[in-house]
T-cell receptor, first 114, second 112 residues
């Protein structure tokens, strides 16, 4: 079975402070992992991806995530939050195979306080 | 950069009518998906399509729903007899194996 858990439905940070959005996964295979961002009334935009290369992955807009197999985690971080980071963030796991399985997390809404 | 395109951007339909949502995936992608997002709620997986057949579907994807890749470029989602609760944003996505999904901008479906 495959699952994704985003531990926080809402995260609130002050502008200029670090961001941590947590994601844990379970998969019987070596999965690929992704973070997407959705701004209000917009579509889904890829932030970054892990596909079995470097475990620390850098994405757009200063975000990065570290794949930790021992902890089955793929947490998203950013050193300093910006007002424009306020959005919903989704962690996604893809199990490899011809009929690959995609599992979305339930999302974390990030609020940035000025 | 190639992108997934969805049409129309907004569809208004009377309850009970059939609706077809259209998507043009990125041309060399092999996997195709439909998701929906009811206003204010999370993104929900509907169906994935690979090798000209459904590879996985969720509980939401009941007999009222069907997908088709009629001509090698389009990927459509049909809802046979729409209900009020089908009102949502519908996203199409495509991908290469194990690569990130590329999403379209979505079709907002409003059922009256």
């Amino acid at each position: 079975a495959q699952s994704v858990t985003q531990l926080d439905s809402h995260v609130s940070v002050s502008e200029g402070t670090p961001v941590l959005l947590r994601c844990n996964y379970s998969s019987s295979y070596s999965p690929s992992l992704f973070w997407y961002v959705q701004h209000p009334n917009k579509g889904l935009q890829l932030l970054l991806k892990y596909t079995s290369a470097a475990t620390l992955v850098k994405g757009i807009n200063g975000f990065e995530a570290e794949f930790k197999k021992s902890e089955t985690s793929f947490h998203l971080t950013k050193p300093s939050a910006h007002m424009s980071d306020a959005a919903e963030y989704f962690c996604v796991v893809i199990r490899p195979g011809g009929y690959q399985k995609v599992t979305f997390g339930t999302g974390t809404k990030l609020q940035v306080i000025p | 950069e190639p992108e997934v395109t969805q049409t129309p951007s907004h569809q208004v339909t009377q309850m009970g009518q059939e609706v077809i949502l259209r998507c043009v995936p990125i041309s060399n992608h092999l996997y195709f998906y439909w998701y929906r997002q009811i206003l204010g709620q999370k993104v929900e997986f509907l169906v994935s399509f690979y090798n000209n057949e459904i590879s996985e579907k969720s509980e939401i994807f009941d007999d009222q729903f069907s997908v088709e890749r009629p001509d090698g470029s389009n990927f459509t989602l049909k809802i046979r007899s729409t209900k009020l609760e089908d009102s949502a944003m519908y996203f199409c996505a495509s991908s290469e194996p194990l690569e990130a999904q590329h999403f379209g901008d979505g079709t907002r479906l409003s059922i009256l």
